[in-house]
């Protein structure tokens, strides 16, 4: 699937971001001992007309992210480790749980196969950051087990 500028204009500005892989169902190796199946490849694109606005005010835990044709905004902060102690915020997995219930209300507004890669694609994100967690709890349990 590519997704492409409509007008003509636009195809001059137009840049591939890059291609990747999507994954889905068994056939290779993962590290939870599941496999995979490469399903075919994601190529982005981007049109560089539309701007596209967010400020990583410091980068990896504070953003401003832009209304949608406005100059106001609306700010994400992710939690950090400062000095042994977190600093509240939110986590990857809480914005990615927002973005699926968003495509799902969006599927049901109206039904599209990009609306549902997008959930597939987010379905795998959840199942690698839980993965992730877990492997992040059993690395600090066997510290704590001075193992």
Known sequence: MSIHCTSLTA????????????????GRASPDGGALFLCGHLELQYDFRIFIHM?????????RLFNFKSA??????????VDGEYV???TNEEVVEMLVDRF????????SVENELVLSL?????QTLRRRLS??????NKFNNGQ
């Open 11 to 26: 195809s001059l500005h137009r840049a591939t971001l890059g291609t990747y892989p999507i994954w889905y169902g068994k």
């Open 104 to 111: 799902e209300h969006l599927n049901q507004r109206s039904w």
């Open 55 to 63: 400020e990583a005010e410091k980068r990896g835990v504070f953003y």
């Open 72 to 81: 106001s905004f609306q700010t994400i902060r992710f939690t950090e480790k």
């Open 135 to 140: 492997r992040k709890i059993q690395n600090v």
């Open 122 to 126: 987010l379905r795998v994100i959840k």
């Open 88 to 90: 509240p915020g939110t």
